[in-house]
């Protein structure tokens, strides 16, 4: 499966061929075509119409490939943007206040963090003293 969409750069059809390291890394409970959803919101400028196409669909003869057109189909798509979530994991923060949102999510996420640390060291040490007295009364 591959995206093929107008490519207004170059005014030809582009083909956007997965790589298969990144399909896998994305949840594996995804069917193929909401990966390749998601690699369209990721890849495409947002508001780009394309199609999800089986590559039997595409010409075998690549001589002619900067020829090739893109006709939309009845089952074109338009790519979105990403969830705050997916810009944050690939580097795609595009405003300030995505920016201030994501700082704020570090934060509580640091805090978070710290207080797990807190807490694990507070329980190592009630951890001992239970055990001698455990040991006290054997």
């Known amino acids: 499966m591959r995206l093929i969409y107008h490519n207004p750069e170059t005014g030809i ?6 790589a298969p390291r990144f ?10 075509e909401k990966k390749l959803i998601h690699l369209a919101d990721k ?4 508001g780009t ?3 999800i196409v089986s590559n ?15 006709t939309a ?9 990403l969830s705050l979530k997916f810009k944050l994991k ?12 994501v700082e704020a999510e570090k934060s509580a996420i640091a805090a978070s ?16 003293a239970k055990d001698m007295q455990n040991a006290d009364s054997n």
């Open 90 to 101: 690939y580097n795609k923060i595009l405003s300030a206040e995505e920016t201030v949102i």
């Open 23 to 32: 399909m896998a890394s994305l949840p594996h409970e995804w069917t193929e």
């Open 43 to 46: 890849d495409l400028p947002t």
């Open 73 to 81: 189909g009845e089952n074109e798509k338009v790519s979105d943007d």
């Open 113 to 128: 963090v710290a207080a797990d640390a807190a807490r694990l060291a507070e329980e190592e040490k009630v951890r001992p």
């Open 13 to 18: 059809a582009a083909i956007l061929t997965p």
């Open 56 to 70: 039997a669909d595409l010409p075998n003869d690549r001589t002619f490939r900067g020829a090739w057109e893109y």
């Open 49 to 51: 119409k394309y199609e």
